[in-house]
């Protein structure tokens, strides 16, 4: 599997692929993952703007995906590193969309070819685009916890975010919850088979119970800054159950030694 995947990369940084060259690239095969180093070039299309562009970057593509999310980053400091361009420099680089979306994507084409064409090149098209027109080609979620819970309230059809919070963080960590005799976490009133557990087994297939627990944590993390707190409650985006909820799952898990999703 390792050298087939190698040789997968390698060949598209050699050979290109749709709309994507490499220039100047470098490639390292490391323990756990293969380390791409130089310039990526695009020639992409979207409605009737087509855009040709070249960056710097680095990609760490890990050997179990697409189990694990590349990261990728811009190199020569161009992308500003904040939440609104979507990159972080420091940490885990570009936020390339919701962990569930790009998993369902990527489950479907396991192949690095794809991942530059569909995931990496459109991140960087939407880039350029705004560095040209001040807005981006499309609608983009909110960063980090903000897109995961609008990923989740679409997905679920739920209209209120806090019955999107209560639903994932109960899914999450109470196992009753995905037992279909029980309520359903919605607050419906309706046995969690008869309500959503559907649309959660068609979830699990590409993003496992485990992500989920990852992007509840994410969500914790994102706002358990105790200045921070106040004003999240104000304006309502958390209730203090929940809250109080996600502490004391939080603890639980840095207790039980998951000390890594963090
Ligand atoms: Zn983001
Ligand atoms: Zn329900």
Redesign the pocket.
Known sequence: MMSNLIDEVYDAITNGGVGFNFKETSLQALKDKIEITGKIQFNQIYEEVQLQDEYSIQILFPTDFPHTIPIVRETSGRIESSADYHNDKEGDGFCLGVPGEINKKIRDNPTFKYFITDIVVPFLYANTFHERYNKYPWPTRGHCSKGIIEYYQSLFKFKDERVTQNFLLNIAFFKNSISGHHL?P?G?G?KFKD??RNEYTDLIKYHSHRNIQKDVLQIIKDNSEPKDKENLFKERLYTKKWYNLCRHCLRFLIKQNERSVL
Request: one cysteine or more.
């Open positions: 359903c919605c419906s309706k309500c959503h």
